[in-house]
């Protein structure tokens, strides 16, 4: 894996997360934080006709970690509730135009970090439901039916499926520093990708299946890198002293899309890919 260039695509400095590219390439899905609140948005590629998904809350309560159905009609998002001191996360499902909200996952303080299986029809998610630590579920798109993903779990987050839907790829603490993780459906087997002291973080899995990209600490700062799901060829792919973080895959697997603060201001990056 190399990179062939790295292009910025936002310039108002406004602190962004939660990057998500359209299954058609021509949006991508974030949160910037405008006027006081995070929204969910989406953007051209070209940095063009940003619009807001979300509607501003009164509260300013966040709308965040947004991800796209496979389809591109809905898109899977967080909404933040405050009920005196405390904060509650709960799941929504939303068309893309802004109509047709609704609250499909709720009962406990943390549900977060929502992404859509490959045909559209379930939700994985991290959650506190059993116990009191993340663990990942998988949810109908009523929230009628939620299931653990496996029997233990500690800090288990940032889940991401592979194409084929027959694996997902996420971090976790259950042996120590949070590290990747793939958990095959099939087989009922899980398999740790990444080793080492360093913190590895917010996998997501390529369109082609070839690669994950993931933010890791092990230069000393975030950064973004790929690595193929066996393990091998690991790259650095945003070499930057800067805060990088929040990639996402163009969806012909040619180009990642993250979020960076350089030149002392947060914005949008695009790293087209060598491959």
Not at 166 to 188: C, H, M, P, T
Not at 210 to 238: H, K, Q
Request: net charge neutral; glycine share 8%; proline share 7%.
């Amino acid at each position: 894996m190399k990179v062939a260039s790295i292009e910025r695509i936002t310039r108002d400095g406004l602190f962004k997360q939660n990057l998500c590219w359209s299954p058609n390439g021509k949006e991508i899905l974030f949160s910037p934080n405008r006027s006081g609140a995070f929204v969910v948005c989406a953007i051209e590629p070209n940095g063009s006709h940003l619009r807001q998904i979300t509607p501003t809350p009164p509260d300013k309560a966040p709308r965040y970690q947004a991800e796209w159905s496979p389809d591109g009609k809905q898109i899977v998002y967080v909404s933040f509730t405050f009920k005196g001191t405390d904060g509650f996360l709960h799941l929504h499902l939303m068309n893309t135009d802004g109509t047709g909200d609704k609250r499909i996952v709720t009962g406990v303080q943390f549900n977060q970090q929502p992404c859509f299986a490959p045909d559209g029809k379930s939700i994985v998610f991290s959650s506190i439901r059993e116990g009191g630590v993340l663990k990942l579920y998988q949810s109908d798109l009523e929230g009628k039916s939620i299931q653990p993903l496996m029997k233990e779990g500690n800090l288990d987050q940032h889940s991401h499926f592979s194409p084929d839907g027959k694996q997902v790829v996420f971090d976790s603490a259950r042996d120590g520093v949070q590290s990747l993780y793939i958990w095959n459906l099939e087989q009922k087997k899980l398999t740790r990708l990444t080793t080492g002291t360093s913190t590895d973080i917010y996998p997501r899995w390529s369109p082609n299946g070839e690669w994950i990209a993931f933010v890791s600490r092990r230069d000393g700062n975030e950064e973004i890198y790929t690595v193929r799901p066996n393990g091998t060829e690991l790259t650095n792919i945003s070499q930057h002293p800067g805060y990088d973080h929040y990639p996402t895959w163009r969806p012909d697997s040619k180009a990642i899309a993250f979020v960076s603060r350089r030149d002392h201001v947060t914005d949008l990056y695009v790293a087209n890919l060598a491959l």
